[in-house]
């Protein structure tokens, strides 16, 4: 069983930075964030393959996220800017054991940390 914490979330203002961290009690092939907003679904947000470092993301996040990991501290980072209103959502770090695919069928879950973003 893998055990994931997140941390690193908040209140910013649009056009502001947050990181998020994950740290994970174990390695797994791929590592991702999701995020849920009150009455919506789920959504991926973005992921990294543990080993070799691919990342992939979703439309909405690409080119002001960023997914990184620290090998040593065995953590995942989401880098946040430009951040919108719209990203406004509870963030959860998710891993999966086949380091195949990168928006489903993931095995643990973090509790979740909150992000809020101000107009």
């Known amino acids: 069983q893998v055990q994931l914490v997140e941390s690193g979330g908040g209140l910013v203002q649009a056009g502001g930075s947050l990181r998020l961290s994950c740290a994970t009690s174990g390695r797994t092939g791929i590592m991702g964030w999701f995020r849920q907003s009150p009455g919506k679904e789920r959504e991926f947000v973005a992921a990294?393959?543990?080993?070799?470092?691919?990342?992939y993301y979703a439309g909405s996040v690409k080119g002001r996220f960023t997914i990184s990991r620290d090998n040593f501290k065995n953590t995942v980072y989401l880098q946040m800017n430009s951040l919108k209103p719209e990203d406004t959502a509870i963030y959860y770090c998710?891993?999966?054991?086949?380091?195949?695919?990168?928006?489903?069928?993931?095995?643990?879950w973090g509790q979740g940390t909150q992000v809020t973003v101000s107009s």
């Open positions: 998710a891993a999966k054991n086949r380091a195949v695919g990168y928006t489903q069928q993931y095995d643990y």
């Open positions: 990294i393959n543990w080993s070799i470092g691919n990342t």
